[in-house]
């Protein structure tokens, strides 16, 4: 099998493009894919300061070494999420990384910062651990970058994640997700934009990339993630792939081209600042506070008749679908 690009003996097949590739043109795929993406959403330029929530895991690291590449303004945000072992190791890695591509990194602890690590918060309250630690994730992301000054986020989610989470937003027509899970959410007061370069990219082509690019990153599995919801989307996915190469990117990506304009009209929520912290949020206060009130044991001041902060909080953790990268879940080997 050749190479698609160049003619020189083929090393990784990618079926859903019915193409092959040698490995130097494989690694140019990849970033070209990754280049591709942000001109034509407009996601950044090269004066942009662009911070990447980086977990060690393959994608989100693939994702920094393809913008360093690229020569974008790339600072790398990990946080720690007290999840014993796994999270030192993921930490380690993250670090020896940034160390190796002498990039900037920016860490930070949950415990030490917010008061409570995620194995807590998934024992105290009516959430589950998987939808705590996205939305602790998203809320220290936005902040971080504001405080610091960024321009965007951009995040590692792939192809894979992307398609299990609109099957899953679908599934239960929840409109208001829909309507933000495009490539690109745009800056709103106290939010930054949200990117995500590698939503044209499978999770096997992310893992052939650091493979090849030499990239260490965690393969264990978060060992918090089992029995989600999301992986069950994600096997539901993997079995229509099997048999029909190039469903999960026709599915998303016609979403992206032809579906995400008819759902724009669901994303109109006026955000205010939460009364607790400063942050863009719908009500008096943002659903992060709310539960980490609920972790710690603390109540956050309400007027009588006020809707109940535990139960409006619940509801909102417990019908959330995040996408897979947000754990830290990984392949279960390393290469392609």
């Avoid at 160049?6 to 990849?30: D, K, P, T, W």
């Avoid at 989100?60 to 070494?65: A, I, M, N, P, V």
Wanted: glycine share 12%.
């Amino acid at each position: 099998m050749k190479c698609r690009r160049c003619g020189a003996q083929a090393a990784i097949e990618v079926r859903r493009h019915n193409a092959a590739f040698c490995e130097g043109c494989f690694v140019h795929h990849v970033q070209e894919s990754v280049s591709r993406a942000i001109r034509s959403h407009r996601m950044f330029g090269h004066r942009d300061r662009v911070l990447v929530a980086v977990s060690g895991g393959k994608d989100s690291l693939g994702l920094w070494d393809a913008l360093l590449e690229l020569g974008y303004q790339a600072t790398g945000l990990y946080l720690g999420l007290g999840i014993g072992e796994y999270s030192d190791r993921s930490g380690q890695v993250t670090r020896d990384f940034a160390a190796g591509q002498g990039a900037e990194l920016i860490e930070v602890d949950l415990r030490e910062r917010y008061g409570y690590d995620i194995p807590t918060g998934g024992r105290k309250g009516s959430r589950s651990t998987c939808a705590v630690c996205g939305l602790s994730k998203r809320y220290v992301f936005n902040r971080e970058a504001v405080d610091h000054g960024f321009d965007v986020v951009a995040t590692g989610h792939n192809l894979d994640d992307e398609a299990a989470t609109l099957l899953g937003n679908t599934l239960r027509w929840q409109t208001e997700y829909i309507a933000r899970q495009f490539p690109v959410l745009p800056k709103r007061e106290g939010m930054v934009r949200k990117v995500k370069p590698l939503y044209r990219l499978s999770e096997l082509e992310t893992a052939a990339y650091a493979f090849l690019r030499g990239i260490d990153y965690i393969v264990e599995e978060c060992p918090l993630v089992a029995g989600n919801t999301q992986l069950k989307y994600k096997d539901a996915m993997n079995a229509l792939e099997a048999g029909s190469p190039g469903t999960k990117a026709q599915f998303y990506l016609g979403f992206v081209d032809r579906g995400a304009e008819l759902f724009r009209s669901e994303d109109t929520a006026e955000l205010a600042p939460c009364e607790q912290c400063g942050q863009p949020t719908t009500g008096r206060f943002c659903a992060f506070c709310r539960a980490r009130a609920q972790v710690l044991g603390e109540r956050l001041g309400r007027p009588e008749g006020d809707v109940d902060d535990d139960a409006q909080t619940a509801g909102e953790l417990s019908e959330e679908v995040l996408p897979v990268e947000m754990y830290g879940r990984a392949l279960s080997r390393r290469g392609p």
